[in-house]
T-cell receptor, first 117, second 111 residues
């Protein structure tokens, strides 16, 4: 089945640090990948849609300059949390769909738990 | 916008059956997905419905009624490892086919 790899799985860093998270589709090409954020005991909130070769589409309320997305190839999207602060601490998850058919589910990476001290 | 509702929490006994309901409102329905998420892990795909009716996959089944904006996930022969959150997600053409997730239902299976 389709596999999505996300790295790192956990990050603990000081306030003001920028953190890069990678999302890779291992056995398929993904022109579109999605970045979600999840707070404890809450559901997934879509942050942005990452499009290969073009600018990401951000959801309302998500700061583009804060959460930089780069989708430079058909198998890799990166999310950079710039100048992270404690309120950015969360579980970040990426997903990708193998193929364009509407019945194709989104396959999720293992997530990155970000803790800002 | 979309409104997806599912119960917050359910408790059931090992070996029993549990039904998790999901209601939604959307202008361009284009499929409904159920995911399972264990604490601290990413969601894993369980089932997909786009036409009315029941889809069965082993111990898990999912039902859809588009006219009622309603789906349920049925878990049979519950096992302890089924304790997890179950997320209902709807794809909407009017929203660029993005997935919108419900709040999730935490299922606790007791011995």
């Amino acid at each position: 089945g389709a596999v999505v790899s996300q790295h790192p799985s956990r990050v603990i860093c000081k306030s003001g640090t920028s953190v890069k998270i990678e999302c890779r589709s291992l056995d398929f090409q993904a022109t579109t990948m999605f970045w979600y954020r999840q707070f404890p005991k809450q559901s997934l909130m879509l942050m942005a849609t990452s499009n290969e070769g073009s600018k990401a589409t951000y959801e309302q309320g998500v700061e583009k300059d804060k959460f930089l997305i780069n989708h430079a190839s058909l198998t890799l999207s990166t999310l950079t949390v710039t100048s992270a602060h404690p309120e950015d601490s969360s579980f970040y998850i990426c997903s990708a769909t193998a193929g364009q058919a509407s019945n194709q589910p989104q396959h999720f990476g293992d997530g990155t738990r970000l803790s800002i001290l | 916008g979309q409104n997806i509702d599912q119960p917050t929490e359910m408790t059931a006994t090992e070996g029993a059956i549990v039904q998790i309901n999901c209601t939604y409102q959307t202008s361009g329905f284009n499929g409904l997905f159920w995911y399972q998420q264990h604490a601290g892990e990413a969601p894993t795909f369980l089932s997909y419905n786009v036409l009315d009716g029941l889809e069965e996959k082993g111990r898990f089944s999912s039902f859809l009624s588009r006219s009622k904006g309603y789906s349920y996930l049925l878990l049979k022969e519950l096992q302890m490892k089924d304790s997890a959150s179950y997320l209902c997600a709807v794809r909407d053409k009017a929203a660029g086919n993005k997935l919108t997730f419900g709040g999730g239902t935490r299922v606790l299976v007791k011995p």
